[in-house]
């Protein structure tokens, strides 16, 4: 055979991979059985071995570079260790603190999400169909509306889902929200007693539930004050978003031009109210005042900072991952309905009407 013809095959020759470590490895270095190995590098088991030897043990795999083979452990035990969550739209400032809450939850019970931004134009149906494709063992699902096809489809697959911020009309699945009709009872509230009568509400998208009760929330708090129904001014915007809610409340000025506050159903929307109240040469809170809801973050620090309604955002997505680990658990474990109590923030967007 030629040299050179030799040699540009030994320079072709792929590199052999060095053996990757095992399971046995960490327990030979470790001096113990490979399932106390198991139990210790596994977030949900680790409880089961003593903290001095599970201490050894992980000191132990880093050192060798051993990393547990998810896929193995998957055949095993028929779960993937993957959750998907839906998200309504991640540059929502609102969202990342109940994600937060979700992902730590289940990092500590040893799983790993997967994020989707379904969008205004994406479908929840077709992305959960992808996602359960993928083996996900649950969904968190901070997308749904009223009635929502996407719920009876993750039933009807099989695959436990818990739903964060909104739930479905027929509570079908497990959920965690805040009161959201409280919620606008407290901003209404905090506005009659500042002295105004002359309110309007920007709602949210009726199809949702944080829409439709936020505004049932609304009109009971001035019926209860004493204002007539048909004095009650509402404009609902489509959409979660700043550009909705400016449209809707330039709408809602040039029906009632008296009116002294209006209260959002969402930050983003308060958002827009800010712009319409520019547009029209108004000042905020001096001619009219505006109340927010969710207390997202950085509302603080707009000017005037924002008076709202603060949800426990990140507790929602703890207690809504802690349910979605009982129901992987338990596929039979009953349906809980978690309602957490909101809380209002007066900042500087509120005051007193003019006289």
Do not use: W
């Not at 001035?222 to 959409?239: H, R, S, T, W, Y």
């Not at 207690?319 to 109590?341: F, G, W, Y």
């Amino acid at each position: 055979m030629n040299h050179n013809h030799e040699s540009s095959i030994r320079r072709r020759a792929k590199p052999v991979a060095p053996s990757r470590p095992t399971i046995k490895d960490v327990a030979s270095r470790c001096g113990v059985h490979p399932s106390t190995v198991s139990r210790a590098l596994s977030p949900a088991m680790s409880h089961l071995v003593a903290d001095d030897v599970a201490k050894q043990i992980r000191a132990a795999a880093a050192a060798l570079g051993y990393r547990p083979n998810v896929t193995a452990a998957g055949l095993r035990t028929g779960r993937s260790g993957l959750v998907g969550v839906l998200a309504p739209d991640i540059a929502d400032p609102g969202f990342p603190p109940v994600l937060g809450g979700v992902t730590e939850a289940l990092h500590k019970a040893g799983y790993a999400t997967i994020v989707v931004d379904v969008g205004p134009h994406g479908s929840p149906v077709e992305l959960v169909d992808r996602l359960i494709a993928r083996g996900v063992d649950g969904l968190v699902l901070a997308t749904v509306s009223l009635h929502d096809p996407v719920i009876e489809y993750c039933i009807g697959a099989g695959v436990p889902a818990v739903l964060v911020i909104r739930t479905d009309a027929g509570k079908l699945v497990p959920s965690v929200v805040s009161d959201d009709e409280a919620g606008m009872g407290l901003a209404v509230d905090h506005l009659i007693a500042l002295g105004h009568r002359h309110l309007g509400h920007v709602a949210g998208p009726q199809d949702t539930s944080t829409g439709a009760l936020r505004r049932a929330g609304f009109e009971a708090g001035l019926a209860q004050a004493g204002v007539p129904a048909q004095e009650i001014a509402v404009e609902a915007a489509p959409a979660y978003t700043r550009e909705a809610g400016r449209a809707a409340a330039l709408r809602l000025l040039e029906r009632k031009p008296d009116l002294t506050a209006i209260v959002a159903a969402n930050d983003l929307l308060a958002l827009g109210v800010y712009d319409a109240l520019a547009a029209r040469g108004l000042n905020c809170p001096k001619d009219v005042s505006v109340v927010g809801h969710n207390d997202m973050p950085y509302v603080d620090m707009l000017s005037p900072p924002l008076t709202t309604v603060r949800i426990a955002q990140r507790e929602m997505g703890d207690k809504a991952a802690r349910l979605l680990l009982a129901k992987i658990s338990d596929p039979e474990a009953r349906h809980d309905h978690i309602v957490l109590a909101p809380e209002l923030i007066a900042r500087g967007s509120t005051a007193s009407p003019r006289r």
